[in-house]
């Protein structure tokens, strides 16, 4: 059974980083997609950033771009989204997701298309 737990979260002021860690374990995860989405208060469940975990190849959200960065390591089974330059509109409650396809074209940003969720981590970024 995968289980995907999340951690990192926190308050920040505006301008200031994070950097959120989300440690599978269950399955091995060569072949998988792994993701980052966020929901804020009253709003769906948004797309972040997507890493192919057996190429690295990454995918962002228009809004994110150049502010975050996806990555995993390997050996800790372990995806991290490291956020700089936060603003207020980054707060939201994020979570880290998995899916057993190589996501291709709109896959990447389709909730449905990842099998596994964390239980997410809270952002909360003051201005």
């Known amino acids: 059974q995968v289980q995907l737990v999340e951690s990192g979260g926190g308050l920040v002021q505006a301008g200031g980083s994070l950097r959120l860690s989300c440690v599978a374990s269950?399955?091995?995860?060569?072949?998988?997609?792994m993701g980052w989405f966020r929901q804020a208060p009253g709003k769906e469940r948004e797309f972040v950033a997507a890493?192919?975990?057996?190429?690295?190849?990454?995918y962002y959200a228009d809004s994110v771009k150049g502010r975050f960065t996806i990555s995993r390591d390997n050996a800790k089974n372990t995806v991290y989204l490291q956020m700089n330059s936060l603003k207020p509109e980054d707060t939201a409650v994020y979570y880290c997701?998995?899916?057993?396809?190589?996501?291709?074209?709109?896959?990447?940003?389709?909730?449905?298309?990842?099998?596994?969720w964390g239980q997410g981590t809270q952002v909360t970024v003051s201005s």
């Open positions: 997701t998995a899916s057993p396809h190589i996501l291709t074209g709109s896959g990447w940003y389709m909730k449905d298309a990842y099998n596994y």
């Open positions: 269950g399955r091995t995860f060569s072949s998988y997609t």
């Open positions: 890493i192919r975990w057996s190429s690295g190849y990454t």
